[in-house]
């Protein structure tokens, strides 16, 4: 069972809009940090959005205004509203969970690859322009 899985990839034109999920499954999430990160074709992977397990978001600043991160009750799923896309946001997007974390957590920490333990298998985001 993959305890992280993606969806919500494809598709669209410039200025358009996607959503991407990751659900969780298999243990507890309930604690940890959830994050968003991408990996563009002969680029690093970055990030991209998180939220700590007491609520705290945080964006990179090239999708700040453009995407929304945002979780249900039960922090089972985790969403990403992106709108106004761009061609440079073509990328496969990963979701990732931290250990059981601070309630609070920095963006320094959310943003650090290494703060995460469990990852996604990732879902293409491909922007024509």
């Known amino acids: 069972q993959v305890p992280l899985v993606e969806s919500g990839g494809g598709l669209v034109q410039a200025g358009g809009s996607l959503r991407l999920s990751c659900v969780a499954s298999g243990r507890t999430f309930k604690d940890a940090a959830r994050g968003w990160f991408r990996q563009a074709p002969g680029k690093e992977r970055e990030f991209v959005a998180a939220i700590s397990r007491g609520g705290e978001i945080y964006y990179s600043d090239s999708v700040k205004g453009r995407f929304t991160i945002s979780r249900d009750n039960a922090k089972i799923t985790v969403s990403l509203q992106m709108n106004s896309l761009i061609p440079s946001d073509t990328a496969v997007y990963y979701c990732?969970?931290?250990?059981?974390?601070?309630?609070?957590?920095?963006?320094?920490?959310?943003?650090?690859?290494?703060?995460?333990?469990?990852w996604g298998q990732g879902t293409q985001v491909t922007v024509s322009s």
């Open positions: 990732a969970s931290t250990p059981r974390t601070a309630f609070f957590a920095s963006r320094d920490y959310l943003s650090a690859q290494s703060s995460y333990n469990t």
